[in-house]
Nanobody, 127 residues
Framework: QVQLVESGGGLVQAGDSLRLSCAASGRTFRRYAMGWFRQAPGKEREFVAAISWSGSNSYYADSVKGRFTISTDNAKITAYLQMNSMKREDTAVYYC????????????????????WGQGTQVTVSS
């Protein structure tokens, strides 16, 4: 069984930065995609950022493009989400996920392709 553990969430002020981490354990993967999603109160879970199975492509939601950066450490099967210039609307529970079944790179934006999910970490941005 795969476990994903997120960390790094917390309370920050608008304009601040925060870095989330997601560590996978339980098995090794030859090829995988890792993504970050978030869910604000009363809203649907939405895509934030992902790195594709090939590792060559990363994708971002328009709302975070230019402010957030996703990266991975393949040796540790860990994903990071560096969040800069944060806004109140970034407030949400952030979830990381791993997809081990292969699709086209662009599909890493779709939450339905992911096989394992973390428990989520709360990020709150105050003005």
């Amino acid at each position: 069984q795969v476990q994903l553990v997120e960390s790094g969430g917390g309370l920050v002020q608008a304009g601040d930065s925060l870095r989330l981490s997601c560590a996978a354990s339980g098995r090794t993967f030859r090829r995988y995609a890792m993504g970050w999603f978030r869910q604000a109160p009363g809203k649907e879970r939405e895509f934030v950022a992902a790195i594709s199975w090939s590792g060559s492509n990363s994708y971002y939601a328009d709302s975070v493009k230019g402010r957030f950066t996703i990266s991975t450490d393949n040796a540790k099967i860990t994903a990071y989400l560096q969040m800069n210039s944060m806004k109140r609307e970034d407030t949400a529970v952030y979830y990381c996920a791993v997809a081990i079944r292969y699709y086209s790179d662009y599909d890493c934006r779709d939450p339905h392709v992911y096989d394992y999910w973390g428990q989520g970490t709360q990020v709150t941005v105050s003005s």
